[in-house]
T-cell receptor
Framework: DTAVSQTPKYLVTQMGNDKSIKCEQN?????MYWYKQDSKKFLKIMFSYNNKELIINETVPNRFSPKSPDKAHLNLHINSLELGDSAVYFCASSQNRVTGELFFGEGSRLTVL | KQEVTQIPAALSVPEGENLVLNCSFT??????LQWFRQDPGKGLTSLLL?????REQTSGRLNASLDKSSGRSTLYIAASQPGDSATYLCAVRDGDASGTYKYIFGTGTRLKVLA
C-alpha cells in the first residue's frame, strides 16, 4: 500500500521512441506533480495538476505531455525521446496546492540510448 | 526569483556527533519549508514540514528551525548514526501573483556518518 507509486521503475529506450510513465497516489490528495532530477541530482518541477486541472507547466518541451484522468492518477508521456531526456522522473502529491506536505514516489529512471 | 542554497554540499562526521545542515532562501515570502532525505537510487522521504507561521518542528532526533526574515532554516540531527547517511534536501514553497505555488528545491547536502 505505497502512498505514491510509479511505473515503470526503469526505462531504457532508443532515441526517437515514445514512452509513458504512470503515477498513482492513494492518499486522497488534490494535487500531483512531475519533477525531473538531473545527473547533478537537482530537482526541478515540470508539471502540476490540481483536481485534474493543469496548474503548473514549466518551460518543458512540448514533447512532454502530462495527463490526469482523475485526481489519483497523473501520467507522463514523452514523444521523440532525446539523449538529454535521460534523468530520473519523480511523481509527487500534496493535500492541496498551497501548504500541503509533499510526498514522493520512488522515481522512474529513464535512459535514452 | 526564489533560489535555495544548501551548505555544505557534503559532510562526513563520526558516529554520535550532533550536526547542523543549513538551507538559505532568497525570498522570505514562503508558505512552508520541507526537509527531505534521499537515499541512493530512491525517492525522497519527507522528514519535517514547517509552515510559515512556525519557528520549528521536531521528530525524534531531528529538529528543524525556520527564520523567515533572514531566509534560513537549519536541520539539527542529534547523535548521528550510520543509518543517517543520505542526501538531505530542503524545499521552500512560494507563490506568485498569478496564484501559482511551487516547491523550489536546494541542491542538497550529502551526509556520511562513519561508524
Amino acid at each position: 500500500d505505497t502512498a505514491v507509486s510509479q511505473t515503470p521503475k526503469y526505462l531504457v529506450t532508443q532515441m526517437g521512441n515514445d514512452k509513458s510513465i504512470k503515477c498513482e497516489q492513494n492518499l486522497g490528495h488534490d494535487t500531483m506533480y512531475w519533477y525531473k532530477q538531473d545527473s547533478k541530482k537537482f530537482l526541478k518541477i515540470m508539471f502540476s495538476y490540481n483536481n485534474k486541472e493543469l496548474i503548473i507547466n514549466e518551460t518543458v518541451p512540448n514533447r512532454f505531455s502530462p495527463k490526469s484522468p482523475d485526481k489519483a492518477h497523473l501520467n507522463l508521456h514523452i514523444n521523440s525521446l532525446e539523449l538529454g531526456d535521460s534523468a530520473v522522473y519523480f511523481c509527487a502529491s500534496s493535500q492541496n496546492r498551497v501548504t500541503g506536505e509533499l510526498f514522493f514516489g520512488e522515481g522512474s529512471r529513464l535512459t535514452v540510448l | 526569483k526564489q533560489e535555495v542554497t544548501q551548505i555544505p554540499a557534503a559532510l562526513s562526521v563520526p558516529e554520535g556527533e550532533n550536526l547542523v545542515l543549513n538551507c538559505s532562501f532568497t525570498d522570505s515570502a514562503i508558505y512552508n519549508l520541507q526537509w527531505f532525505r534521499q537515499d541512493p537510487g530512491k525517492g525522497l522521504t519527507s522528514l519535517l514540514l514547517i509552515q510559515s507561521s512556525q519557528r520549528e518542528q521536531t521528530s525524534g532526533r531531528l529538529n528543524a528551525s525556520l527564520d523567515k526574515s533572514s531566509g534560513r532554516s537549519t536541520l539539527y540531527i542529534a547523535a548521528s548514526q550510520p543509518g543517517d547517511s543520505a542526501t538531505y534536501l530542503c524545499a521552500v514553497r512560494d507563490g506568485d501573483a498569478s496564484g501559482t505555488y511551487k516547491y523550489i528545491f536546494g541542491t542538497g547536502t550529502r551526509l556520511k556518518v562513519l561508524a
